[in-house]
């Protein structure tokens, strides 16, 4: 018998998770549905702590992999970015079960490595809200959005350049750049690139686009987008160019396609890329 | 007939060098070699400014040609790091005429993006100090070896490990993670790696060291030593690895060999590391 509410798990692969986020989240998910809100159980891992880590490397791995590979989830949601997700990565692709593709994923920043490894296993990713953003302001409406797509898949939550069936995948620049060349780089072929970043200098946004963008899993995407680069780190002297233009240089050098701006970014305007094809 | 006096051509591929560096190098030159100093010569390029740069991308390019290219230098010497010699990598390789192979190539930091290019291509470089290090505390010392290096490849100017024949190639590790899969990537095989940086957090170093080391290129080399990370940037909560076990620990997860300490870095310290063999 199917049951009426999805059930959603949440985890954290780097930072730790505010301890303030499940009532906050659930407050949101019953006004949301009432009575159909679905079930949101935060993994204990959220709230360890080590260091700059949500519990060490081997907790963290185990935490995605009690979600991932039980059947009785229908979605692992990352819980924050922060950093970590590098050194829990391969032990978390090396325990994946059947059962992980059978659900949704959905996080970004630093999850992106995760985003990255699953959409090669062939699971269900999506680039998103997570828990983390009820902070933020306008947090609501990240939440919301993050809860209508996992819950309903409502079209209005997807980036608007991704409705209409367009292959995509997004990405946090740095993450992607130390990605590159990795077993967890991903397979941008024929897909568009959304791209977005906080809190780095222009000249470093500058150095991983030439990475990216020289690189042969760069150059396979159909084209790139960028996203928000918000808190941009001042620059003495001030960097010759802004992010679009430094976006619009390295695809030229690429002989690649820049498609113009995506509505995606750390603040809580961040629509959803899925990187699956929203019939499946 | 044989030049007595060595000619030594200074270009700048990423940020302006100061004006009182040819004054205060030329000083230094002659308390070493009085008569017998080498010609320093400065590319008047060397002082633009453009934005974040010595001069647009194409005026970096040419300039690093036109004493790359001249058969009457024998050795090019960059002036300084900073950001940009991955914005004219591409024009310099595509540049590069066969007076090239026949000369020196010495410097660091961000001009390791054409160390790598320049390796790949044949040319006998070298890692260390630059022109811009006489402002640094000792900086004396490091213009000094420099030289020595340059004019008579002194033996003591080269790093211990690294004397004795054995292979080596040496980099900053954030440049180097921006290299992995382009068509600069330096070719490790059988060499010993050596990494150092300066002004990052250690999360950040962390990250890169899983990506230069999960990577097949960072996976030929022989072994990994470390140089200084200096300046590291303060966080908050603190990181649970320093510099040294965050490199054994990346070391020990690829299945390669940690084998200590490398005396480089950015500091007037900074021993030379060429990449060639020093009988050739």
């Known amino acids: 018998m199917a049951r009426a509410r999805k059930r959603i798990g949440v985890v954290a692969p780097g930072a730790r998770l505010e301890a303030a986020a499940p009532d906050a989240v659930a407050a949101i998910a019953d006004a949301l549905y009432g009575a159909e809100a679905p079930e949101i159980i935060f993994h204990p891992q959220c709230f360890l702590q080590d260091g700059h880590f949500a519990g060490p490397d081997a907790a963290r791995a185990a935490a995605f992999l009690d979600v991932a590979n039980d059947p009785a989830f229908d979605a692992v949601w990352f819980a924050r970015g922060g950093y970590g997700a590098c050194r829990m990565v391969e032990a978390a692709a090396d325990g994946l079960a059947p059962a992980a593709r059978d659900k949704l994923y959905l996080g970004y920043s630093d999850a992106g490595v995760l985003l990255a490894m699953l959409d090669r296993a062939g699971c269900r990713v999506a680039h998103g809200p997570m828990a983390s953003d009820f902070k933020r302001a306008g947090g609501d409406a990240a939440i919301k959005r993050a809860l ?11 980036e608007p350049s991704a409705r209409a069936g367009v292959r995509a995948a997004a990405f946090n620049i740095t993450i992607l750049s130390t990605l590159i060349a990795t077993p967890y780089e991903p397979d941008l072929s024929g897909r568009v690139l959304m791209l977005e970043d906080v809190g780095e200098y222009l000249y470093r946004i500058d150095r991983e686009l030439f990475h990216i963008l020289s690189s042969p ?5 159909a084209g790139v987008r ?23 240089h390295w695809c030229a050098r ?8 995506a509505d995606i970014g750390h603040d809580s305007g961040n629509m959803i890329v899925p990187f699956f094809d929203l019939g499946d």
């Not at 899993?217 to 995407?221: E, K, L, M, T």
């Not at 918000?230 to 001030?238: A, F, L, M, R, V």
């Not at 690429?254 to 701006?261: D, I, N, P, S």
């Open 148 to 158: 209508r797509f996992l819950v309903e898949r409502a079209p209005d939550t997807i």
């Open 217 to 221: 899993a760069g150059r396979r995407a």
């Open 226 to 248: 960028l996203g928000r680069v918000s808190e941009i780190t001042p620059n003495d002297p001030p960097f010759a160019l802004n992010e679009e233009e430094i976006v619009r």
């Open 254 to 261: 690429a002989g690649m396609a820049y498609l113009g701006r």
